[in-house]
């Protein structure tokens, strides 16, 4: 008989106001049943979700109903990451208040995740630029304050000078302010910090213990904690004009993780902000120049790796502490930071490559000091490649010949029995390269840091009856700044101890803080606290975290700390936030761009139609009929308009195909290309299931589900048995894409029987068969195709609902074949394939294999010197 197409405009709805009606999503933190707390990085609303965003809330969606179907108490919340700049440049170039433009953006992204189907837990909804949120926020920061994990100093920023407010390296670009253009300044500011390395050796040793987190992210964390075991070398300062060194405490003090390349040294380098530099800057103007062009470069690593390395000889010398006849060079350059280390290098041109070219350009000496063992030592030398790996000692007099690690602790040892003011001239450090958070930003859209100035009384906190410290919303955006600092009423404040005149406060928090707790604050938004300690110990850690891998670092790292402090302050009582980590690829799409140069313009895929004329691919634009440059497949971007919305999806196939598509063509790890192709093909698999679904409902009406171990039946109820197996066991390890092959691959085993059941066909053996078969076949697409699943159940008779309904449970005599293939080989050469019985014992095997022709045609009437089975495996016959 016919069938009506599924229609999922007709059908999404209704199933999603029937969850709402059940309130099935909504967790109990009071359920008895094993809980399971899945979470998706929340985002940020910048106005409208494309269909990339979707990705990662589907592959949580597919966890958390997979999980409450296995029977757990299943939270899975969603917020709104509500803070940043974002919002304050909207202010200014579209005349409306921040707070209101966040809020109508989570109002419109709130109704396209919805459409989408994810099991969320609307309940519990919050942003972090709610009152009730930043309260919290603030209420911790002040816990940490008496926790002495707060700390407020000078500190090198970006300053743009346009629009007065710092910015993040990330946004310095060629030495200038990503938005105003202004070339970029290094001020110097009094900031407040989160002391983060307090934490740094345990934030590491704890990464052997996420065993549920990728590889690729704990080792980039390592590197960006950096711990390193080095020597502090204080190196004699000499005069320029006498030679001779200085008298006291005057030295130069170097960390170096390489001392047993010392006798390689040509040259010291010192940060722009060194007091050495400062100090030789006094009387230098062309010195003092080079400093303030430093100054005006971003201050990150990568912009320091990029940038050309330069340096000024400041005319200072160091003597080296093996030769007192043998002086270096202190040169200020462009490459070293107040930050790392000591603010100071020894330059080993032969060992590093940055130093190598900085020794070229400067006609610096460069000599080798290890070379690789085995390599002749009078053809060995170094040009425009630095030797970084290991070897044997050269050039270095009384370390000759040692390996590295050994010269490192003898050159340690004996500077370490010199003496320099009454001090050893060395001594071994332990250096990280983290460095404690400095949360202070000059806007207004953040959280406020609840803290007071008075001239009197100092920095002193907000008293927590006082809080919150709301943000006003009477402000203005007409010039650049931090409305905040020039507000008319809100700074003015009474201190809290003296009751004299001060000021509040105007920084507001990074951002990034709201980020390391809101997991915590989900599991009891209500509470008056920033977390119900009850609560937070039965719900955490998260026990599947899912979000894209450029948070490996900041995000998740912050996050770590935090949870430590949290442990400290007593609101949670663990030190990890996340038990598993999975950082999914992106949803990549082809770019289209008419025009050239100023006048180009990207397109969005909406916008064009493509050709395909000769075997090759043209994208014209729809309105002008202009032919537009395809570019390569790139993440989704506002910026390219290379986005496709998830309306565009669900207003013509419906979210179930947006949500198949997004999970069935790649391993969730790898980008997946979005195609209007691929769309399609998942909406013609989501039909094909209503059809199988819906033609043999009526003739399975009244059946008893059963399985069967033989015929046709048995063989359609071990397909089904083995796809809920794998199903479930690919779900537990993420490999979504796995687990569609399965359905897909259960769908074309039960296409012949479902249809002959609904031609009469059927016995009843087969019709028990294929209803369990379908049954199990409908739940096991309800997590992916969470609609189409309820759809299915009710033509098949279902009155409850698949999204509250456990999980099938597979019988494992089912799942186990009672044949197996081995592959024969004839003198270790493969030339077929024998089918057997499992249980066959070796006497039958080798009977069997004998039998078979190509073994006989292979053997020539002979009888075989030996054959050789390995059970189960494979069987090699010897002619």
Not at 138 to 161: A, H, I
Request: some cysteine; charged content about 25%.
């Amino acid at each position: 008989m016919a069938t009506e197409r599924y229609n999922p405009r007709a059908s999404e709805p209704k199933w999603q106001k029937a969850w709402d009606a059940k309130k099935l999503f909504e967790a109990d933190n009071n359920d008895p049943r094993p809980k399971y707390y899945v979470l998706e990085m929340f985002p940020y609303p910048s106005g409208r979700i494309h269909i990339g965003h979707t990705r990662n809330y589907t592959m949580g969606d597919v966890v958390a109903r997979y999980k409450r179907a296995k029977g757990f108490n299943v939270l899975h919340p969603m917020g709104w990451d509500a803070f940043g700049m974002p919002a304050e440049n909207a202010a200014m170039q579209n005349k409306v208040h921040p707070k209101d433009w966040t809020y109508q953006n989570i109002a419109a992204m709130r109704e396209q995740l919805k459409v989408m189907g994810l099991s969320l837990d609307w309940a519990r909804e919050f942003a972090t630029c709610d009152v009730d949120y930043y309260h919290r926020q603030q209420m911790l920061f002040l816990d940490f304050v008496e926790k002495g994990l707060v700390t407020r100093k000078s500190s090198k920023v970006n300053w743009d000078p346009e629009d007065m407010t710092v910015l993040a390296n990330e946004q310095v670009i060629d030495g200038r302010g990503w938005r105003s253009g202004a070339l970029v300044e290094q001020r110097e500011l009094t900031q407040w910090f989160f002391k983060i390395t307090d934490y740094a050796q345990d934030l590491l040793d704890s990464l052997e213990g996420l065993d549920e987190w990728p590889e690729k992210v704990k080792l980039m964390q390592a590197n960006w904690i950096g711990r390193s075991e080095g020597l502090l070398i204080r190196w004699p300062l000499v005069t320029p004009a006498t030679g001779k060194v200085i008298d006291g405490q005057d030295e130069l003090e170097v960390y170096t993780t390489r001392p047993d390349t010392i006798f390689g040294a040509s040259f010291m380098a010192v940060a722009a902000d060194h007091p050495l530099a400062r100090k030789a800057a006094e009387d230098n103007p062309a010195l003092a120049k080079f400093i303030d062009e430093v100054h005006h470069m971003g201050t990150s690593v990568a912009a320091l790796e990029t940038a050309e390395k330069k340096g000024f000889d400041t005319g200072i010398r160091v003597v080296h502490p093996f030769d007192e006849a043998w002086t270096l060079p202190v040169y200020v350059a462009n490459f070293v930071l107040m930050e790392y280390g000591t603010g100071a290098i020894f330059g080993c041109p032969s060992g590093d490559q940055r130093d190598l070219d900085f020794a070229n350009r400067y006609g610096l000496p460069v000599i080798p000091v290890v070379m690789p063992e085995g390599e002749n030592q009078g053809n060995f030398q170094i040009i425009d490649e630095a030797y970084v790996g290991d070897g044997v000692m050269i050039n270095s007099r009384f370390l000759d010949g040692m390996k590295p690690d050994q010269a490192f602790d003898e050159v340690a040892k004996l500077l370490e029995q010199k003496t320099i003011g009454n001090r050893p001239m060395a001594e071994r450090k332990v250096n990280f390269r983290l460095r404690d958070w400095g949360i202070s930003r000059q806007r207004y859209w953040g959280c406020p840091i609840p803290m007071i100035h008075c001239e009197d009384c100092g920095v002193v906190p907000v008293p927590k009856a006082d809080l919150p410290v709301r943000l006003p919303d009477d402000i203005e955006f007409d010039r650049p700044g931090n409305p905040l600092d020039r507000h008319p009423t809100w700074r003015h404040v009474k201190c809290p101890q003296c009751s004299k005149d001060a000021r509040r406060e105007t920084d507001t928090m990074d951002t990034f803080v709201d980020s390391s707790w809101y997991f915590a604050r989900f599991t009891a938004p209500w509470a008056n606290d920033p977390t119900d300690p009850k609560a937070a110990t039965e719900w955490l850690p998260v026990d599947q975290y899912i979000g894209g891998i450029e948070h490996a670092i900041l995000h998740l790292l912050y996050s770590r700390f935090f949870t430590r402090a949290m442990r400290e302050t007593g609101h949670v009582d663990l030190a990890e936030p996340f038990r598993g980590l999975f950082t999914q690829g992106m949803v990549v799409h082809e770019t289209y761009r008419v025009g050239s140069g100023s006048n180009s313009r990207w397109l969005a895929p909406s916008e064009v139609r493509l050709e395909d004329i000769d075997g090759k691919r043209r994208a014209i634009e729809i309105a002008t009929g202009e032919q537009a440059v395809i570019g390569p497949l790139e993440k989704m971007s506002k910026s390219k308009k290379n986005t496709v919305s998830p309306e565009e999806i669900t207003d013509g196939y419906g979210a179930d195909t947006a949500r198949w598509f997004m999970l069935s063509d790649s391993p969730p790890e790898r980008d997946v290309e979005w195609t209007d192709e691929g769309a399609a093909g998942a909406h013609r698999f989501i039909q094909r299931i209503w059809r199988l679904v819906s033609t043999a409902a009526e003739s399975l009406a009244g059946i008893r589900p059963a399985a069967a171990k033989e015929g046709e039946a048995g063989t359609v109820s071990k397909a089904a048995h083995k796809a809920l197996k794998s199903v479930g066991e690919d779900i537990e390890k993420l490999a979504f894409n796995r687990a569609i092959a399965r359905i897909y691959e259960l769908a074309n085993a039960l296409t012949t029987p479902l249809n002959e059941a609904a031609e009469g066909k059927a016995d009843p053996a087969l019709k028990a068969a294929c209803r369990q078969a379908v049954d199990i076949l409908v739940h096991l697409i309800a997590p992916v195709m969470p609609h189409l699943a309820e759809e299915c159940w009710q033509t098949l008779g279902g009155t409850d609902l698949v999204a509250e309904r456990p999980w099938p449970v597979y019988d494992p005599s089912l799942v186990v074949d009672s044949e197996i293939v081995l592959p024969v080989q004839v003198n270790g050469k493969k030339r077929g394939d024998l089918t057997i019985a499992r249980d066959a014992d070796q006497g039958a095997v080798e009977k069997a294999v004998l039998a078979l022709d190509f073994v006989q045609k292979a053997l020539e009437g002979k009888a075989p010197r030996k054959v050789i089975i390995v059970p189960q495996r494979i069987v090699n016959v010897v002619a």
